[in-house]
């Protein structure tokens, strides 16, 4: 059996391999070692074939008694897969599915650990990732001293999907599961909402810059007569001012519009997941720090409401 | 019924940052802090299932140095009954499977019904702390909670997932769960209570065997403005007239 070194972890929902997966795949090939993709599945033979891209050396396949993710059995094959196959890195997606059992892993066979990770490189047969801290303003270079093993999170769109075919041998691998504590009942939809963001040319995007609710259909106004539509980032839908359905990001909608004009957004990682790819994104915001300005092609350090009145007189 | 609730105090960053000498964190003299939203939420949650319960007490618990008691102080002028504060060597910025190890004796003599953490802390971002205390206390967990309906023995809970979906999970209790924002509107503490939430017991501990971390910071830094944004000067009306431009010219 080929020692392993580097393990990634597919994601699958709903009968869909996820695309972070194939994206896993790639940085994964940044590290020194052979390759390996876990898919733990009911019937894991339903992605073996989607996940044989190039540079991949071995699937492992395992087959669990669940059709959806449940954490309990996810972190009992990765972690006997860990143990069986020693590998010097586990990488999988800074995900909702991974937030419930890879942090559970690391601190259970005291692995070196990071997350929302957007680079890794080895340094002299060390591992070392680069994340943000402080609210995204810093980055910091991370190692893990005295670690055979690390686990890593890392943050979806951040390296290209893997491509081509790969003809790796497919293993099954059998793992005992314990019963599942949290078991999946069902899935709910997301509201469809009056419009639809993801198909807007002119998205006018307003945060939590903007203060109060009081303050809303001012932009819902200037919206219209800027001929956009307006979206939001999360804190707006969380306080109720909004559907869920005009939320930009991770957890709400992905938009690439020719034109993205954010104002009052902080450019949280997860908001800046649902419009990076946007044609043209301009940025008014009040802290010249904003991590939005990384993002933005064109960016104002200004108050949002004067740059709105005087939009407003414009247009 | 006995609600635990983990609380992290923030930190903030202004418009300018230096690092400390050894370039491994950011000069605290830098940051302003706040009780992490996440975690308000996560309080809110923990009181309206006791109150809903009838009866029964919600414990607040943070790693944190001194400083760090403002957190605790909000979250028990809220309505929490009482505090417990983690602190000793090797704590600080430490990574999240530290602050797990840190967290799980406390949490563990408490003997709770329900743990709550936030999903994440909004300035490290590690979305970790929660399932990891899991782990280590044995116990089933959920993370990105927007629903809790307890049952007998059960929870049922909505596990938000990427775009929205809802995932409706059932979950053995007691269970550690983390709370995602929205899941309900985090009351404000009114003056009163927050004055009686300075005669409220705050226990200080000291953690148990920490083990080794599980990461180490190199080096922090700016992060390189790279093509970054091509900043658009000058006065409101100037910058609006500039995006009008921009906006026409992209829409032609
Ligand atoms: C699992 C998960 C999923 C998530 N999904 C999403 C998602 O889909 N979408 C999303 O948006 N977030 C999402 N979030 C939340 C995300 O982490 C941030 O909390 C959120 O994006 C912050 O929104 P904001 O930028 O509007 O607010 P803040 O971060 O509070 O930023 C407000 C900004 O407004 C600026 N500002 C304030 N006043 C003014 C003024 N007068 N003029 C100009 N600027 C001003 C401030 O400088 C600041 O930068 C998710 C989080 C988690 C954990
Ligand atoms: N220092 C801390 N003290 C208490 N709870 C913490 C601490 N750090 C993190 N947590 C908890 O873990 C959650 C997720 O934080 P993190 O893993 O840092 O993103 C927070 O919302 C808190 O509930």
Redesign the interface.
């Known amino acids: 059996m080929p020692r392993v070194s580097v393990f990634v972890v597919a994601e699958h ?1 709903r009968g869909e391999l996820r695309p972070v997966t194939l994206e896993l795949v790639t940085a994964a090939r940044e590290l020194e070692g052979p390759v390996a993709v876990a898919v733990i599945a009911a019937d894991p033979s339903a992605f073996t074939g989607a996940v044989d891209v190039e540079g991949v050396d071995e699937i492992l396949a395992v087959q669990v008694d669940a059709e ?2 449940e ?2 059995l996810y ?1 009992a094959a990765v972690e006997q897969l860990v143990q069986e196959r020693q590998p010097r890195a586990i990488l999988v997606g ?4 991974s ?10 066979l ?7 990770v957007f680079s890794i490189r080895d340094d002299g047969g060390a591992i ?2 680069e994340r ?16 055979e093993q ?1 686990l890593l ?1 890392l943050r979806p769109t951040s390296w290209p999907p893997a491509e081509g075919s790969g003809g790796a041998q497919v293993s099954q691998v059998a793992v005992s599961t314990p019963a599942s ?10 509201q469809a909402g009056d419009v639809d963001i993801s198909t807007a ?2 998205l006018l995007s307003v945060g939590r810059g903007i203060g109060e609710k009081e303050n809303l259909p001012q932009f819902e106004e200037l919206a219209e007569q ?2 956009a539509t307006l979206s939001v980032s ?2 707006i ?4 001012w909004m559907p ?1 359905a005009r ?1 930009v990001g ?5 938009v690439a519009p ?2 993205y ?1 954010a104002l009052g957004i902080s450019g949280a ?1 997860q908001h800046l997941a649902g419009m990076k790819t946007s ?6 915001n009040s ?3 904003a991590a939005i ?2 993002v ?8 949002l409401f ?2 709105a ?3 407003d ?3 | 019924m006995k609600v635990v609730v983990c609380v992290k105090q923030i ?7 230096e690092f400390t000498e050894d370039e491994r964190d ?1 000069d605290p003299d830098f ?1 302003d802090f706040a009780l992490n939203e996440w975690d308000s939420y996560a309080t809110e949650e923990a009181l309206q299932l006791v109150e809903r319960a009838g009866d029964g007490e919600v414990v607040v618990v943070s790693v944190g140095d001194e400083d760090s008691e403002d957190a605790l102080r909000r979250a028990l002028a809220m309505g929490a009954e009482r505090g417990i504060r983690v602190w000793g060597e090797g704590l600080a910025g430490a ?3 530290t602050v ?2 840190a967290l799980a004796e406390v949490v563990r003599a408490e003997s709770a019904d329900l743990v709550l953490c936030g ?1 994440q802390s ?15 206390l044995g116990l ?5 909670v927007t629903k809790v309906s307890l049952g007998e023995g059960t929870a ?1 809970v ?15 209790t007691p ?1 550690v769960l ?1 709370i995602q ?2 899941i309900n ?1 985090p009351r404000y503490a009114t003056l009163r209570a927050i004055k009686q939430a300075e005669q409220k017991p705050i226990e200080v501990r000291e953690p148990g065997d920490l ?13 390189p ?2 093509e ?6 000058g006065s ?2 100037e ?6 431009e ?2 026409e010219e ?2 032609k």
């Open positions: 929902l959806e993710f954490n309990d972190k800074f995900t909702v599915n937030m419930g059992y890879a942090p559970a892993v690391a601190a259970g005291g692995l070196g650990f990071a997350s929302d070392v990732a943000a801290f402080y609210g995204a303003k810093v980055n910091g270079e991370i190692d893990f001293p005295g670690k690390v999170m504590r949290a078991r999946h009942r069902d899935f709910v939809e997301v040319d002119f800027m001929g999360r804190p839908v969380d306080a109720g869920n939320q991770q957890s709400g909608k992905t020719k034109v004009l990682v044609g043209m994104i301009i940025a008014v802290d010249p720090e300005f990384n933005a092609h064109y960016g104002a350090v200004a108050d004067e740059v009145e005087e939009l007189k414009l247009f | 930190a903030q960053l202004g418009d300018e940052v950011v940051v990574d999240p499977i797990a190890r999903v909004s300035d490290s971002v590690q979305a970790a702390t929660g399932v990891a205390l899991a782990e280590l089933p967990r959920v993370a990105v049922t909505h596990r938000e997932l990427e775009g929205g979906l809802l995932d409706v999970v059932e979950v053995d269970c983390t924002t929205g509107e083990g080794e971390p599980a990461s180490r910071v190199r080096r922090m830094f700016v992060p403005k790279g970054g944004a091509e900043m658009l000067d409101p009306s910058i609006a007239a500039r995006i009008k921009l906006v992209r829409l």
